[in-house]
């Protein structure tokens, strides 16, 4: 942190509370108030804008309580901490509040004493916290100290050796107590961003050493048995299945990791993530599928975590091409210029003019571009046999030499490439239509949620977040909010009902929440929104 005070966000229903804290928190404490609040939801307003590093909020509150508030925190933004202040003792918050592992407590009657004291104690705490996270050579040495490097031996030999060296890889690994045989895992392949400032290759290796030590802190804390390698580019992490709601609660910790590497250091991941496996002898195909979700999460715009059971169902291909040639003519069509795409096809016609011998080959050179083709345009559901004009196997049958080969596929792929650029968004779009279908019919029921939603059309809740990000501008929160004001407000203009049953029609449970947000949202209170509907 240097020099720089943290970041402090104050939640107290009571002005002069609020004031009293406020004027003896100074900048020679280390902390500095960003924004006051309250209650809880202008809290969480106030969190998003400004990515506090603490949240001190009072437990009792109008709306939403201390410890509601903590919980969304934590599941949300699990990179801030949150101390409570509280004139309460009761056993309930005191449970639950330990549960959360809250940072710390003030007590009413507040003094400078105590709040100078609490202070103190929770700079340390961040300043050792920033000091390890940051400190690369630390990162290190917990990582050698904790994970023989042997054992990441084993786990890359058996991925890449013949079946009978598998059988000695895995007796080695279950002498160093590793096993898969008796829980069902998820394989999840964590792929970093590679910037300039890590072009060297020892600076990249201490990168993915420091990121495999946060990920590996981050599952311990959340108590989940789990086993990480180094493999190929990026890192590998096997996750063991725990409990009724496993698949859910390991989707917010995959978005934790992505936040506290962004955080701690800045650095972007993507994680891919196999279907559930048993036992060691499946674990190539969990890494075939993690692999594979990676290698299409940008092509498929499926976000920053990437689930294989998510994706289109496509049969396995035998192609002549590499599996990067295939990526780089996928990649080149989905985001590159015309002139690098007409540069990949016709380095892979060279190629190909230079290994062929004789007519007898041009066959498979056929066979492997048309599967390029189909696979590709199946990915953004473009009408093939619309674009060619004819039966892809009517076409295939035509061609004499490569180049007319060549030249055929280049003009395909670049039709196939401006209908991507028109429809890139077509998939996520629909999931997004449905989410706010889904909204409008169930607006009234006070207990929709994001997580309800997200279990209704099969998408994780990071995914949702990230689509209303992106193509609303705002949070699902905010999204559905606006939804039942807007509801309310013909209702206020063309019934005659009260307006605690107005509240109840748009899914609020508590009128005076409904007043509170709706004249947030427009500015008077629904009792003078309907005058004044009156009057004009």
């Avoid at 048995?225 to 992490?237: A, L, N, V």
């Avoid at 947000?517 to 005058?531: A, D, H, L, T």
């Amino acid at each position: 942190m240097a020099e720089e005070l943290y970041k402090m966000i104050l939640v107290d229903d009571e002005d002069e509370v609020r004031g009293r804290i406020s004027s003896k928190i100074s900048e020679e404490s280390g902390f500095s108030i960003v924004g006051t609040a309250g209650n809880g939801y202008d809290a969480l307003e106030l969190i998003e804008k400004h990515s506090p590093h603490v949240v001190l909020s009072d437990i009792k509150m109008p709306f939403i309580d201390g410890i509601e508030l903590a919980t969304i925190i934590k599941r949300d933004f699990p990179t801030i901490r949150v101390a409570f202040i509280t004139g309460y003792d009761e056993f309930d918050y005191a449970r639950e509040a330990i549960e959360l592992k809250v940072s710390g407590y003030l007590t009413k009657p507040l003094t400078q004493n105590d709040i100078s004291k609490f202070l103190n104690k929770l700079k340390i705490d961040l300043d050792n916290e920033f000091k390890e996270q940051y400190n690369m050579e630390i990162l290190r040495k917990r990582y050698e100290a904790s994970i023989p490097l042997v054992i990441d031996n084993y786990f890359s030999s058996y991925l890449v050796s013949s079946s009978t060296g598998r059988n000695e890889d895995i007796e080695n690994l279950k002498r160093y107590g590793i096993s898969l045989d008796d829980t069902k895992y998820l394989l999840s392949y964590i792929k970093i961003e590679r910037r300039e400032s890590y072009w060297d290759v020892v600076e990249f290796e201490k990168l993915k050493l420091s990121v495999r030590s946060v990920i590996n802190s981050i599952l311990e804390r959340h108590n989940f048995q789990h086993y990480s390698f180094m493999f190929s580019d990026g890192i590998i992490f096997l996750v063991k299945e725990k409990g009724k709601f496993f698949l859910r609660d390991i989707d917010s910790v995959y978005y934790e990791m992505i936040k506290m590497a962004e955080k701690f250091l800045h650095v972007q991941i993507d994680i891919g993530v196999s279907n559930l496996h048993r036992e060691f002898r499946q674990l190539n195909m969990a890494y075939e599928e993690a692999d594979k979700a990676i290698g299409y999460s940008k092509f498929l715009n499926a976000g920053r975590i990437v689930y294989i059971n998510q994706l289109e169902d496509r049969k396995p291909k035998i192609l002549s091409l590499s599996e990067n040639d295939i990526k780089n003519i996928e990649y080149n069509v989905k985001f590159g210029s015309e002139t690098e795409l007409r540069n990949v096809i016709e380095s892979l016609k060279l190629t190909a003019l230079r290994d062929s011998k004789s007519v007898t080959n041009f066959r498979p050179y056929i066979v492997n571009m048309m599967n390029v083709i189909v696979n590709f345009s199946d990915s953004i559901d473009a009408d093939l046999n619309e674009i060619i004009g004819m039966d892809i196997l009517q076409k295939m049958i035509q061609f004499s030499s490569l180049e007319q080969l060549f030249d055929w596929v280049l003009s395909i792929l670049l039709k196939l490439r401006e209908l991507n650029l028109k429809t890139k968004m077509t998939n996520s779009q629909k999931l997004l239509d449905s989410a706010v279908r889904y909204i409008h019919s169930k607006y009234a029921d006070p207990k929709i949620s994001m997580e309800i939603v997200c279990e209704e059309l099969g998408i994780s809740v990071s995914y949702m977040s990230l689509l209303f990000k992106k193509h609303k501008e705002t949070t699902f929160v905010k999204y559905l909010t606006s939804v039942r004001i807007e509801k309310a407000r013909e209702l206020l203009r063309l019934t005659g009902d009260r307006v605690v049953e107005i509240a109840g029609q748009c899914g609020f449970n508590d009128v005076y929440y409904f007043s509170h947000c709706f004249k947030k949202y427009m500015g008077v209170s629904p009792k003078k929104y309907r005058e004044e509907q009156n009057i004009s």
